[in-house]
């Protein structure tokens, strides 16, 4: 097998926790919250990796701190064999790594015209276009969209316009991976489709490597070879799509899954409730940080600190799996 073309090592992601004289007075270890604590993963070349969680998990903190919008506070990222912990030239890097940003409409300058939103990319890394207008349509087409829409703004767009024009401008330098946070999110079902098919078709088409952050779980069997699962900044489990969506290991895994909304009206689902609250990041549990809420805690989670043990193409963070066959 080839080397991955992105690797993390126990990344950490630390936020300020407290501000003016409350941060001077406080315990330096009081001063920060860790939104991601310890995330180690690898993606291959060609593969879409899905990362899925509770809203506050650090899905989009990750996708962020990949590309470098957030400072590490701990931990490596290694990009094509790029060292991405150790400041290296992001002019370049950014060339090779496109993202998709959740608002489609909100990442789009108001005051530019389709045309060069989308090839904003060419200008910011200083980029001849021979052609221009035809190199914009020719973008827009591989996106589904025509040249009628190179003379309008994105007021003028509908939701899934945007998001084909963000497609087409993440594309535009032909990155090697791009990291698409919510693809899908506030799209009707057909457009989500339309998107996820254009998704499949450039993936295909370019050989593309995806990291996509969602919370809609049912696009997962159509666009995602694996998917990664987070709680409270930790990936809790890892595995094929179809392992994870149908025999989930670790107790929140099959409460999430327990919890997505099943399309056939005659199907039962056994819905697993979970009991209390998400805790807040300042105030992480001892040991397993899901004890709290697990159904199949034992005493010792609430002192051991699982491990993400690792057993053939999957990994789990539990002491107490459940069963593959449950």
């Avoid at 070349?45 to 590490?72: D, F, H, Q």
């Avoid at 899934?160 to 999110?185: H, I, K, S, W, Y």
């Avoid at 999430?256 to 990041?281: C, F, K």
Wanted: aromatic share 4%.
């Amino acid at each position: 097998m080839s080397a991955p073309i992105l690797t993390l090592r126990d990344v950490v992601v630390e936020f300020p926790a407290l501000h003016g004289l409350k941060a001077l007075m406080a315990p330096s270890a009081e001063r920060r919250v860790q939104a991601l604590n310890g995330i180690s993963l690898s993606v291959q070349r060609g593969e879409t990796l899905a990362i899925v969680g509770e809203s506050g998990s650090g899905k989009t903190t990750l996708a962020r701190a990949i590309n470098g919008l957030l400072p590490l506070a701990g931990g490596e990222v290694w990009f094509n064999d790029t060292a991405l912990h150790a400041r290296p030239d992001w002019h370049a890097t950014r060339r090779q790594m496109a993202m998709m940003f959740q608002d489609p409409v909100g990442s789009l300058s108001p005051r530019k015209t389709v045309r060069d939103l989308v090839l904003e990319p060419f200008a910011i890394h200083r980029l001849r276009v021979d052609n221009a207008t035809a190199k914009a349509t020719e973008l827009l087409r591989d996106a589904g969209l025509n040249a009628d829409f190179l003379h309008r703004y994105p007021h003028q767009l509908s939701g899934g316009q945007a998001r084909r024009v963000g497609v087409a401008r993440a594309l535009a330098l032909n990155p090697a991976l791009v990291l698409a946070d919510e693809p899908t999110a506030g799209l009707d079902v057909s457009v989500q489709g339309e998107i996820l098919n254009l998704l499949n078709r450039i993936k295909g088409d370019h050989g593309l490597t995806t990291v996509i952050i969602t919370h809609n779980l049912n696009i997962l069997r159509h666009i995602a070879d694996r998917i990664a699962v987070m709680y409270l900044g930790r990936i809790v489990e890892i595995g094929p799509v179809a392992a994870i969506m149908e025999r989930p290991r670790h107790p929140y895994t099959a409460a999430l899954m327990s919890a997505n909304p099943e399309p056939d009206p005659t199907a039962r689902r056994e819905r697993i409730i979970l009991s209390g609250e998400t805790p807040a990041l300042t105030a992480r549990p001892p040991g397993c940080e899901f004890h709290t809420r697990c159904p199949v805690a034992r005493s010792d989670c609430a002192h051991r600190v699982p491990a993400l043990d690792a057993a053939g193409t999957r990994a789990v963070s539990c002491h107490y799996p459940l069963p593959e066959d449950a």
